[in-house]
């Protein structure tokens, strides 16, 4: 059946968004079972309940994105590699994770031994009597 021969308007004057909201099971149980009774009948519903099956049926086969390829983060991880300067690949050993913590432990203790050695070696000023 066309289009052109379905009824333009519903017996019980139900409307697309109606038929939209039956389908989803949004309506009433007491309308959802009056619509029931009588979408058998009625062309115009029909016709509105096709259109939608019809948009949901390409929605269901449009490819959505998802769970990226497994080498996809390898591939990332190879380019950015290769884009990184000589000397710092060279240095990818201390990106370890016990390379980065000993370095870290190892600056703060060299930071805490020359803040010693210069706190000794500065006479301090400020304990001075101040004059006005
Ligand atoms: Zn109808």
Redesign the pocket.
Known sequence: MSQANVPAT???G?DAHMISAWRDGATTPALAERIAA?FAG?R??QAHMAAFESVAEALRRQRLPGRPRPALWREIQARRAGTAPAWWRSLRILHAPLWAGASAGAMAATLLVALLLVHRGIPCRLTGTLTS
Do not use: F, I, K, R
Request: some cysteine; charged content about 0%; aromatic content about 0%.
């Open positions: 519903c017996a019980l139900l009588h009625c115009a519903c």
